[in-house]
């Protein structure tokens, strides 16, 4: 199986930039359709973005659409995303996730591996 670690989380204020990245090992990577999700305190875990296999094709919830970008390189074992203009609606732990299918999901539940999480906080 695979196992993922994320990092790049902080302490930011609004408007600023931040690079997650989820490093995977013990399997190759492009197996795996990835995801980025994300829990604030109190609120149910949502979905942030995902992407295929290849990185061909990735989705994005409507509160991140246009501000973040999700992206992968596959032989560097490692997805990104780059979140720009944030918001403090944004502060939560942000996880990655793995899945076997080929299918993009938004749906935390469709995800088989996961990361212990990173936290960002936006200070307004």
């Known amino acids: 199986q695979v196992q993922l670690v994320e990092s790049g989380g902080g302490l930011v204020q609004a408007e600023d930039s931040l690079r997650l990245s989820c490093a995977a090992s013990?399997?190759?990577?492009?197996?795996?359709?990835m995801g980025w999700f994300r829990q604030a305190p109190g609120k149910e875990r949502e979905s942030v973005a995902a992407?295929?296999?290849?990185?061909?094709?990735?989705s994005y919830a409507d509160s991140v659409k246009g501000r973040f970008t999700i992206s992968r390189d596959n032989a560097k074992s490692t997805v990104y995303l780059q979140m720009n203009s944030l918001k403090p609606e944004d502060t939560a732990v942000y996880y990655c996730?793995?899945?076997?299918?080929?299918?993009?999901?938004?749906?935390?539940?469709?995800?088989?591996?996961w990361g212990q999480g990173t936290q960002v906080t936006v200070s307004s």
């Open positions: 013990g399997r190759t990577l492009s197996l795996y359709t």
């Open positions: 996730a793995a899945r076997r299918s080929s299918i993009v999901s938004m749906t935390w539940g469709a995800y088989d591996y």
């Open positions: 992407i295929t296999k290849s990185g061909g094709t990735t």
